[in-house]
């Protein structure tokens, strides 16, 4: 067999054998028009990568739109995940600011537009939102007082549909009147 006959026979095994290869799974991209609103936007830490913090977004055009320091501290291969009233839950990938930087250094808590892709997950419905609500270290805002979070995270455990406990990030859970203490004062 000359040199020439034998590069063209292991050429065509190689492209044989890559050919049999598994192909990559096919990937359901979900128009943000398609999603049932209100969402909660499920935003994931930097460095760890942990579901960090749950945001209400009530509209369509609010999904289209970033906070500057929310963006800077986005992690670079963790994707962040969508939940629609529904019960869809896909993952905000590929997130690109519409703005350079010289924008976002005069406008450090402004609001960016941002383009994204949004693939469904395999995982949706009542139990996998439940499981990523409840993986967030923030629930509630920081003006619902001490214990939010715990309060919220009680509520999404009991909660019958997703759309109640997207509810319940957007209202938070009101301290009762046994979990608020009033302070003492020094003449007790």
Known sequence: ?????????????????VGCADKPPVVAVVPVDKLAFPVVLIYRDQKTGDCSAAEFLSKAEDLG???????????????????DSSGRVCEMR????????????????????????????????????RTLLLSCKYLAHVSMGHG???????????????GDMINLIRDGVPATEDSVTEPKSDEE
Do not use: H
């Open 94 to 129: 590929d997130i690109q600011g519409q703005r350079g930087g010289l924008w976002l250094m005069a406008n450090p808590n402004g609001q960016m537009p941002i383009k994204f892709t949004l693939v469904e997950r395999k995982e949706t419905g009542n139990k996998a939102a």
């Open 148 to 162: 939010a979070d715990d309060r919220v995270r009680e509520a999404i455990e009991k909660a019958a549909t997703v």
């Open 65 to 83: 739109f970033m906070g500057v320091q929310r963006y800077l501290f986005l992690p670079e291969s963790e994707p962040l995940f969508v939940i």
């Open 1 to 17: 067999m000359s040199l020439c006959s034998w590069v063209k026979a292991s050429c065509l095994s190689l492209l044989a054998f």
